[in-house]
Structures are given as C-alpha cells and as structure tokens.
C-alpha cells in the first residue's frame, strides 16, 4: 500500500527540485488536483511508480486546481504533466472555448479511467428516449461542472431541448426524489451509476436513456472533444445496457517531454497496475492502453505512442504524434 507525500506548493516546487537534484538526472513535476480528492492518491500512486521503475527519474506530486489549471502550468512550463480531462485537452489543443485567445499545445500519454455520462431519469416520467427530453424538466450536470457543459453541448448537437434545471447535488438529488424534475445527467463510476443515482432508486425506479445508432454516429461525427461508450448490462440492479457520452481522465504533458522519458514513464505505468488499483478500486478491471485509444481525444505523446506500437496496437488517426 502507497502512502500519501505531503503536495508540493508553489513556494515549495524549487526547493522540492534542489533537494532531489542529486537522486536523479531528470526531476519530474506532475500536476493532480486537490488532496481531498480520489484523483489525488491516483497520481500519488504514479509518482512512486516513476521513481521505483523509471531509471534515472524523480517525480513529485503537486497540488493544483485540477485539468485547467494543469493545462495553464504544461503552457508555463510549471508542470512537466498533469491531470486533465479529454474534453477539455481536446479544447486547450483546438484552441477553442476559454482557450480560444490563448491554445495549449498538450499531448496524450495515458488515459486512465472513464466518466460515461448517464442520463437518469425516474421510469415514471414516460421519457424512454433521448428526443422524449424535448421540454422536460432536466438537470444537465452540477452548476459550473464538465457533465454540465457537455450536456448542453451535447443536446445541442441532436437538436434537443430540454427545459434545464440547475443545481447541486443535493438539491438535484431531492428534486427527482419529489418529481420536481423528471431527471438528471450524472457521471458514472466507471461502468456502474454513482452513489447518487443509487441513492434516487432506493426511493423510486429509474431508468437510464441511450443515444440511439444515428444520435451516438451524430456525436463522433461532430463532437471529437468527447466518445461515445457502450455501457453493459448491469450499471445498476435491473438496468440494460446502453450508450451514451463520455470523455475521460487522462495524463497530458506539454511537447517538450523527452521522447526516452515517456516511452519509459508509460511503460512502467501499463505493466504495473497494483499500485494503481490500490489507489483506485475501479480500475480494477480497465485496460488502460485500450482506454487510451478509445477515449483519447490529442495526439500521443511520441514517446506514449512508441509503447503502444510495441506492444501491437494500431494508433488512431486522430491519436497519431504531430510535430
């Protein structure tokens, strides 16, 4: 079992690089998120596989403000790697959004977990389809969150229009609980509903809608910042499978990472999940270099995609290393 390091700040990371100067030739930054969060022990769980199996590499962890954050300090050269979800690397890379003044050129090494993006709907709401949301009362994701922008995205694609109701957690929770609104969309926990989604069906059947062969075609054809996933049988008791969005959690770094140290970093993190799994349960049963190729959204690292074709993989054309 992994132990948790003290997170580096700011005013720290320089003193951090002196005092690992002499252990290794190259000293790595990785970026994460928050320490109160799940993610965080996940990318504590990285860093000690770097120094235990990349020759001649020291990483440490830094706390930061998660995915737009870590893109800003991959763009200032403050972070070698870090955290950042695809849909919103695919932005910063497009230069598209908040990032459209200002693109950060960041590439793929890993994709390590998905976050299907559920629609949960009460079975009593007489909604069996994604084009029967027309004009009803919908939550699309917690105030301010990534669920929230994509589902309006999302539903703007395929030419829906539901009537939104905003919220958090608890709120939206207690709102399809008392019928004040027909549903709601909610991240997974890989390939099973979140705790909240559970919590609604302990009190009243739900359902979960499915994009229909058209709608999931529509969304790979005009949205590429997200995938499109097949969830099987059994996300929840009495739930049969279906299709829906989703974008994923990923590790990106800026271009100027060494080819050598990539190769070696991804490397060491595909053969050696324990680690990994320890941090986080879920990932259990993934395989991260098909989660990779699936659910990647920029292309690979040099050094990433030289791994991948070793071990036999064809890369996507939209994965392929540009210069």
């Known amino acids: 079992m992994f132990s948790l390091k003290k997170p580096l700040t700011a005013a720290l990371i320089g003193a951090s690089l002196v005092a690992i100067s002499s252990q290794?030739?190259?000293?790595?930054?990785?970026?994460?998120?928050?320490?109160?969060?799940?993610?965080?022990?996940?990318?504590?769980?990285?860093?000690?596989i770097i120094n235990q199996q990349v020759p001649e590499t020291s990483a440490s962890v830094v706390e930061t403000g998660a995915t737009v954050d870590n893109l800003r300090r991959i763009l200032r050269g403050q972070v070698d790697m870090g955290l950042v979800t695809t849909n919103v690397g695919y932005h910063a890379y497009a230069g598209e959004g908040e990032f459209a003044e200002r693109p950060v050129d960041n590439r793929?090494?890993?994709?390590?977990?998905?976050?299907?993006?559920?629609?949960?709907?009460?079975?009593?709401?007489?909604?069996?389809?994604m084009a029967d949301l027309d004009g009803v009362r919908l939550n699309p994701g917690i105030t301010g969150s990534a669920t929230e922008a994509t589902t309006v995205a999302v539903m703007e694609t395929l030419g829906i229009e539901p009537e939104y109701v905003r919220g958090s957690t608890t709120d939206v929770v207690a709102g399809v609980k008392d019928n004040r609104m027909a549903g709601y969309v909610k991240s997974g926990v890989g390939n099973k509903l979140d705790g909240s989604s559970l919590d609604i069906a302990t009190f009243t059947p739900i359902g979960v809608l499915s994009l229909t062969?058209?709608?999931?075609?529509?969304?790979?054809?005009?949205?590429?910042?997200?995938?499109?996933?097949?969830?099987?049988?059994?996300?929840?008791?009495?739930?049969?499978a279906y299709t829906t969005w989703s974008f994923g959690l990923a590790m990106h770094s800026g271009p100027d990472l060494d080819e050598e140290t990539a190769y070696q970093i991804v490397k060491a993190v595909m053969e050696n999940p324990e680690p990994q799994v320890s941090a986080l349960a879920n990932l259990a049963e993934v395989d991260l270099a098909e989660l990779t190729l699936n659910s990647g959204t920029v292309p690979l690292h040099p050094g990433a995609a030289r791994y991948f074709e070793e071990q036999g993989y064809e890369?996507?054309?939209?994965?392929?290393?540009?210069?």
Do not use: C, H, K
């Open 24 to 48: 290794a030739d190259e000293q790595l930054l990785i970026g994460s998120t928050s320490t109160s969060s799940s993610q965080y022990g996940y990318f504590v769980a990285v860093g000690q």
């Open 108 to 129: 793929l090494l890993w994709v390590y977990s998905q976050a299907p993006q559920n629609v949960v709907m009460r079975e009593d709401a007489g909604v069996e389809s």
């Open 213 to 240: 062969d058209e709608q999931a075609n529509l969304l790979r054809e005009r949205m590429p910042d997200i995938s499109v996933v097949e969830i099987p049988e059994g996300a929840a008791e009495g739930i049969p």
């Open 315 to 323: 890369i996507p054309e939209r994965l392929r290393p540009v210069e």
